[in-house]
Every structure is written in C-alpha cells, then in structure tokens.
C-alpha cells in the first residue's frame, strides 16, 4: 500500500520557519571550479560564519584528512568547531546539495517531522559527460536516511529542491521548463505532476510559470526566478532592459503572477527585484539572480555579483525582512560552477 504524506497531515515548510541546522557539501576538484577552489573554499568559509551564529552547521566531506584541514581553515577564520557537524562522504561529487537532498516535512495534525527523498539524475544530463559523475549524488543521503528516526517518503520520481518554492500554506511554486521537461519525468504530464506535488509536499495550489533564466543549466530552477517572503508576497526577478535575452522571460513569469492566487483564492504581492548582469570569459550570459537567497534563522545571505543593482536589491530585501540581518556574499566566482548560496544550502529542521 502506498502511504500518501498529505493524507497524514504532512507538507513542505516555508524556508523561514526555524531550522536547526542547515546542509553543505565542501567544494572540492576543478570540474565545478576549475582553477579557482582556493577562492570557492573562501566563500565557503564566509557562508559558514555568517550562518553558524544561528544554526549548526552539516558539512559533507571527502575524508579524515579533510576534516582536519577544513577544521584548520574554519579555526583561521574564526568560525566555531563545535557548530560543525562532519559528514564524511567519499563518493559526492557536487556542492549542490539542494538538489539531492531529502526536503524535510511538518506535520500539521502531531507536529511530526518527515523526509521525502526524490530521485536525482543530474538534471537530466547523464549522458554528458560533464554531468554524468553528479549521478552518483542520487544516494548521498541514503544511509543518513536509513539511521532517521524519522519517517522517509519515496515517490521515485525525479525532483531537484531548487525546483520547488513552497509558502508553508500549501502553494507550491514551480516552473513548465523543469518539471515538465522530458529529461526528467518523460511519462508525467502536467495533472499527474501537480498529483505528485500535492501528495508528497501537501501542496493545494501550484504556481506554474514557464521558463527560467538563460543559461541556467537547471532548466529552469524556481529558485532563480522567484521566492515566498512571506505566505503573501512574492519577489520576482524581473529585467527592465527589453534587449535582455531575459527580458520577455520574466515579463511573462511576472504576469502569470499577477493572474494567480494563493491557497485561499487571494491574491499575492508581487515585489520586483533589479537583475544583475554578468557574462563568462567566453562572453556567454551567466544565469545570475539575487533571488538565489538563503533564509537563516537571523540573516538572510544574498547571493550578490559585484554589479551596480547589489544594493538596491539588498535593501529591497531587507525591507521584507526586517527582523533579519542582510548580507551580501560575492557569488561571481560560484556562478562559475552554476549556482549561487541557495543552490548549495538545504535547511534542516530536525
């Protein structure tokens, strides 16, 4: 028999409520980051000390010799060893741990907490050689799952956290690019995907926009695009330069949000937030957004690029969240390996 979560009284928290912790995986060789790791390790180090003032720490790691490295680089940089708990993991092979990891669930009936662990493949690029060694972040988590005393759901379809944006009422929202794109689920159409959104995050209403950014080898992460502040209020990405190759992708993005509604048939308040512009050496768009933010528990770290929009973004946010710190994290070196800080954080709440 197959257990449905929502029907026990389960769904997908906003990323706001309290975490107790929250997921990294240490960068490590040059495919994500090549000839840059030294500055990466940097950033790093930044994220962590900002973060560790209000949630420990979970950091995937390679080996012993590495722990003590690491724990040798977090002493110089005066991050607190007793906020970091090592997880020592041989075989990850990428930083993007929103993506694989299991998206933690509350439970509205008990106050229970659950996991649901979605299959990964890579974003459906195994076959590229690039790609095909992050196949084996599929089972990461699995033996951490396996000593939960927490209960596991396991839908068996492909779905990366970035994907998925929930406002802790029951709206989920999502994008046509990624969830529908046949390099993930080929056999799901749009009506038995929202199925399985709904069964397994709790959702009651779903958010479809259609494309993500240019570029963004995700196909589409929400989390580039488009986030919850509150249970109301969106902020949307959004280009004013109608010669951007953006520009009519986030047009279109924000007046399907001016159309939807919330849960309760509201609806939302819609906050613009400026682009920054950034290109690679090869003179190709990067996927860069000050949506790709993480919320903490008393600051929010604002994936920022050097670009003349920073600031007037940052305060956009921090007028949203007044009761947390904003903090700017220079991202032009992680966008490099394709994300940015909300990419490779996953917030723990157990």
């Known amino acids: 028999m197959i257990i449905i979560p929502k029907e026990l009284g389960y769904y997908m928290p906003a990323e706001w409520e309290k975490h107790s912790a929250v997921w990294l995986a240490w960068p490590y060789g040059d495919i994500t980051f090549p000839n840059i790791l030294s500055e990466i390790e940097d950033t790093y180090c930044e994220i962590i000390k900002k973060i560790e003032v209000s949630e420990k720490i979970k950091l995937i790691i390679l080996s012993e010799f590495e722990k003590e490295r690491i724990s040798k680089l977090f002493i110089n940089y005066g991050i607190n060893i007793k906020n970091i708990t090592f997880y020592i993991k041989p075989d990850y092979a990428d930083v993007w741990v929103r993506d694989y990891a299991p998206i933690t669930l509350f439970n509205k009936k008990n106050d229970k907490l659950a996991f649901v662990k979605w299959n990964y493949n890579a974003y459906g690029k195994g076959d590229d050689p690039f790609f095909a060694d992050l196949l084996k972040d599929d ?144 003179g190709e768009k990067a ?41 700017g994290i220079d991202c032009s070196q992680l966008i490099i390996g394709g994300g940015a800080i909300h990419c490779l954080t996953m917030q723990d709440y157990i």
């Not at 963004?216 to 959004?238: L, M, Q």
């Not at 973004?313 to 904003?326: D, E, N």
């Open 139 to 282: 089972k990461v988590f699995n033996d951490i799952l396996d000593k939960s005393k927490y209960e596991v759901f396991k839908p068996e379809i492909i779905l990366e956290g970035g994907a998925v944006e929930s406002n802790g009422k029951g709206t989920i929202m999502t994008t046509e690019q990624c969830l529908l794109n046949p390099n993930r689920n080929p056999d799901l159409d749009r009506s038995r995907t929202e199925i399985y959104l709904k069964a397994y995050l709790g959702a009651e209403n779903i958010i479809w926009l259609k494309d993500g950014l240019t570029n963004d080898h995700t196909d589409g992460h929400i989390d580039e695009i488009a986030r919850f502040v509150n249970s109301n209020t969106i902020v949307c990405a959004y280009e004013n330069n109608k010669k951007d190759e953006n520009y009519n992708i986030l047009k279109e993005n924000y007046n399907r949000f001016k159309k939807a509604t919330n849960e309760k048939g509201k609806k939302f308040k819609l906050v613009k937030l400026p682009m920054p512009h950034m290109n690679y050496k090869n």
């Open 287 to 327: 996927p860069v957004s000050y949506a790709n933010f993480y919320i903490g528990n008393s600051v929010i770290l604002m994936s920022v690029f050097n670009d003349p929009n920073d600031k007037k973004a940052m305060k956009i946010i921090q007028s949203l969240f007044k009761k947390h710190k904003v903090i």
